[in-house]
């Protein structure tokens, strides 16, 4: 089945600082990425598209300066959170989308996620 | 951007006894899908009902979806302890792809 390895699974960082988290597909090629944010006892919110090779689509609200979405292979998209606050703290998932030609019929597999403290 | 509401928010039930959670959503869709998170943890990938399907079943978990009302319910029969966790609905919205949650729904089964 398909796989997708994200990293760290836990960071605590400094505030001011930045931090990466990677999320790489590992038996497939996934032109497409999804980055979700999780606050405690919420829902997952969609932050942003990732496409191979081209820039990042951003939700609404999320700030591209701060979420910086790089997926420069079609196995690897990083998110940057940059100069991070304790309000970034939170719990960030990403998604991997596969080819249709795989013929699974879910196509989205979830990274295992990363939870971020900002002290 | 969030697209559906979940409800109940929170449901607490007997071991064995039948939970159902209901799911609404707004735009159209490719499929919805249902998930499960433990606290703090991963996604669970529990079952996908295309758009043009009205139920599903996958062992003690039945879906069903009515496009027309743009909602779907997810049962899960003679819940046991272990199914304590949050349930989350998500639909595959068509043309765009992207994968978009309900509120959620929090299930506690007491044994």
């Known amino acids: 089945g398909a796989v997708v390895s994200q990293h760290p699974s836990r960071v605590i960082c400094k505030s001011g600082t930045s931090v990466k988290i990677e999320c790489r597909s590992l038996?497939?090629?996934?032109?497409?990425m999804f980055w979700y944010r999780q606050f405690p006892k919420q829902s997952l919110m969609l932050m942003a598209t990732?496409?191979?090779?081209?820039?990042?689509?951003?939700e609404q609200g999320v700030e591209k300066d701060k979420f910086l979405i790089n997926h420069a292979s079609l196995t690897l998209s990083t998110l940057t959170v940059t100069s991070a606050h304790p309000e970034d703290s939170s719990f960030y998932i990403c998604s991997a989308l596969e080819p249709r030609d795989r013929g699974r019929e879910n196509g989205y597999t979830f990274g295992s996620g990363t939870r971020l403290t900002v002290v | 951007s969030q697209q559906g509401e979940e409800d109940p928010q929170a449901l607490s039930i007997q071991e064995g006894e039948n939970a159902t959670m209901n799911c609404s959503y707004k735009t159209s869709i490719n499929n919805l899908q249902w998930y499960r998170q433990n606290s703090g943890r991963g996604l669970v990938h529990l079952i996908l009902?295309?758009?043009?399907?009205r139920e599903k079943h996958s062992g003690r978990l039945r879906v069903t979806l009515d496009t027309s009302k743009k909602s779907s319910s997810l049962l899960i029969t003679a819940s046991r302890a272990a199914d304590t966790a949050s349930y989350f609905c998500a639909t595959a919205v068509y043309s765009s792809y992207k994968l978009i949650f309900g509120s959620g729904t929090r299930l506690l089964v007491r044994p």
């Open positions: 009902i295309r758009s043009n399907e």
């Open positions: 038996d497939f090629q996934a032109t497409t």
């Open positions: 990732s496409n191979e090779g081209s820039k990042a689509t951003y």
